[in-house]
C-alpha cells in the first residue's frame, strides 16, 4: 500500500479508515509524507498533522482540483 501513497504525496486525497477503536471513519487529508508503516497528513477537520496507519486505510479517492 505504500506505492499508491507515495503518488499522493504534496496531493489532497479523501480517504475512509479504521480509527484506533476499529470505527470507520472518513477524512480529507493533504499527503505530507509516507514510510512503511504510517502516512503523515495533514487533517483539514482535525487543523493538524495526524498519523495514519497504512494498513488501516480502506479506501482513498484524490480530490480533483479546479482551475479558476
Partial sequence: ???TFE??????ID??????HNKLSQRR????????????AY???RRAPRLFRNEN??????VKQYAN
Fill in 7 to 12: 503518488r499522493y504525496v504534496g496531493q489532497n
Fill in 57 to 62: 486505510v480502506l479506501a482513498v479517492m484524490p
Fill in 43 to 45: 487533517c483539514f477537520i
Fill in 1 to 3: 500500500m505504500r506505492r
Fill in 29 to 40: 487529508v493533504r499527503v505530507l509524507s509516507v514510510d512503511l508503516e504510517c502516512m503523515t
Fill in 15 to 20: 480517504i475512509i479508515y479504521l480509527d484506533r
